[in-house]
């Protein structure tokens, strides 16, 4: 597999899962935690996908804000993004734990954005 075919599947597996986090806004009781989490997974896989593009092997950590630092080696452009990494990070290990973090619903309609903005981010830069 070409790094290029390794940065779509990563890719696709961002997009599922920011896909899966909006569908799940129409739930009742509202799930914000899996939310959230799926954002943070969403914007993880984005930003592992890139670097999967530049021939790296993506380090098997969740911080966001790592990931993207590692991402400015390769494109400075990525401090663009690192505000949304830093909010999507409380997200990737302790919503999957009782009583490790309060999530509001409010944080829900946030998570998505920042999602999107990394995902948006990150997708052009895979068609180049």
Partial sequence: MDELEYALEWF??????????????????LPVEIICYLC???????????????GIQP???HKLDE????????LTDFQDIL??????NRYGVQPRYPR?????PENVADALKQAKIILDFV?????K
């Avoid at 943070?40 to 530049?54: N, P, R, T, V, Y």
């Avoid at 990931?67 to 390769?74: A, D, E, I, V």
């Fill in 12 to 29: 696709s597996f961002a997009e599922t899962d920011l896909g899966s986090a909006e569908y799940l806004q129409g739930r009742r009781p």
């Fill in 40 to 54: 943070q997974q969403s914007a993880e896989k984005s930003l592992k996908g890139f670097l999967a593009l530049q």
């Fill in 59 to 61: 380090p098997r950590i």
């Fill in 67 to 74: 990931l993207c630092r590692l991402g400015m080696t390769y």
């Fill in 83 to 88: 505000t949304p990494c830093n909010l999507l």
């Fill in 100 to 104: 490790e973090i309060v999530i509001e």
């Fill in 123 to 127: 997708k052009p830069l895979l068609k």
